[in-house]
C-alpha cells in the first residue's frame, strides 16, 4: 500500500486525521448520492420501457392506417391533403434539476382544438384515423425524449459517482490509514528513542555523583 510523502510529525498527524476524516465523511456523502441517484434512474428507466412501447405500438397502429390510405388513394391527393399541419405546435425547452443533476424539460405548445388540414371529398377514412393518431403521439414521443435524455444523464452522473466512492475508498482513504499508522510508528519510535538516551543521560549523571 503506498503512503502520502509528508513528514512524520505530529502537525502532520494531526492535519492528516482530519483530512482522512473529510475524506469518510465525502465517502457516505458520495455513496448515499450514489444509491439515491441509482434509485431515481430505476424509476426513469421503467417509465422510458413504458413510453417506449407505448409510442411504438401507436406509431405501427398510424403506419397501418396509412398503408390502407395509400391503398384507397393516390400518392398526389395524399400529398396534396398533407402539406398542412392540422395543428400549430412548437417545443419549449427548459432545464431542471434532479439531484443537482441539469436535466431537460420539454413542454409542448400547440391549440387544444384538432382538426384536419383538407377537406374530406378526396380522402378516405385511414387517413383521417392515421392524422388523428400521429397527432396524439407528438406529445407521447415529447416525454419519450425528455424521459430517455434523463436517463442518459443519470446514468453518466451515477458511472462519475461510481469512480469517484471507489477512488476514495481503495485509494485515498487506504493511503491516509497508512501514512497514518507509519507517522504513528514513527513518531513512537522516536519517543522511545529519546525515552532511552534520557535514562542513559540519568545513569550517567547518577555514575558521576
Known amino acids: 500500500m503506498s503512503t502520502l510523502q509528508v513528514k512524520p510529525t505530529r502537525m502532520e498527524l494531526s492535519n492528516l486525521k482530519k483530512r482522512k476524516a473529510v475524506a469518510v465523511r465525502g465517502h457516505k456523502l458520495m455513496k448515499d448520492k450514489r444509491d439515491e441517484t441509482v434509485r431515481r434512474f430505476i424509476v426513469y428507466v421503467r417509465r422510458n420501457k413504458e413510453l417506449r412501447e407505448l409510442a411504438e405500438r401507436k406509431l405501427a397502429d398510424a403506419m397501418n392506417a396509412f398503408v390502407l390510405a395509400r391503398a384507397s388513394m393516390t400518392p398526389d391527393e395524399i400529398e396534396e391533403a398533407l402539406c398542412y399541419p392540422a395543428r400549430p405546435a412548437s417545443v419549449d425547452v427548459s432545464t431542471t434539476h434532479v439531484l443537482s443533476i441539469a436535466v431537460p424539460e420539454l413542454k409542448l405548445s400547440t391549440t387544444d382544438d384538432f382538426s384536419y388540414p383538407y377537406g374530406f371529398e378526396s380522402t378516405s377514412a385511414e387517413l383521417d ?81
Open 129 to 209: 384515423g392515421a392524422v388523428r393518431a400521429l397527432a396524439e403521439l407528438l406529445p407521447l414521443l415529447i416525454e419519450l425524449a425528455q424521459v430517455e435524455k434523463t436517463c442518459n444523464l443519470l446514468a453518466d452522473e451515477i458511472e462519475k459517482t461510481r469512480r469517484r466512492v471507489n477512488a476514495l475508498e481503495y485509494v485515498m482513504i487506504p493511503q491516509f490509514e497508512e501514512t497514518i499508522r507509519r507517522i504513528t510508528m514513527k513518531l513512537d519510535e522516536n519517543e522511545r528513542a529519546n525515552l532511552t538516551r534520557l535514562m542513559k543521560t540519568k545513569d550517567m549523571l547518577a555514575e558521576k555523583k
